[in-house]
Nanobody, 122 residues
Framework: QVQLVESGGGLVQAGGSLRLSCAAS????????MAWHRQAPGKQRELVAD???????NYQDSVKGRFTISRDNAKNTVYLQMNSLKPEDTAVYYC????????????????WGQGTQVTVSS
């Protein structure tokens, strides 16, 4: 019903930048919170940043001042601008969206993207 497709991952040197994008498509009435999570090898998935439909943002402490989350509601797309990247930012990055499927319902369902690899070399 709903698909999330990420793009923008890759290999970058420490100190470099990458911009991730995630576009949602399908049976969407509206989207509440959109978020980026990441999972490094051998570690649990963790929240990196999220953004509400009203553009309120929240960041993990380790990325504050370096990463910026934003969204384009007309395109159902969320972005993650990552600057001053560090080797410890290496992970698979997943986007997530809380999607309302019908106008008659306020219930939101969480959907996930397939993930995009970000590798930061030292």
């Amino acid at each position: 019903q709903v698909q999330l497709v990420e793009s923008g991952g890759g290999l970058v040197q420490a100190g470099g930048s990458l911009r991730l994008s995630c576009a949602a498509s399908g049976r969407i009435f509206s989207i509440n919170t959109m978020a980026w999570h990441r999972q490094a090898p051998g570690k649990q998935r963790e929240l990196v940043a999220d953004i509400t439909s009203g553009d309120n943002t929240n960041y993990q402490d380790s990325v504050k001042g370096r990463f910026t989350i934003s969204r384009d509601n007309a395109k159902n797309t969320v972005y993650l601008q990552m600057n001053s990247l560090k080797p410890e930012d290496t992970a698979v990055y997943y986007c997530a969206a809380d999607v309302v499927l019908r106008a008659a319902s306020t219930r939101a369902y969480r959907y996930w993207g397939q993930g995009t690899q970000v590798t930061v070399s030292s």
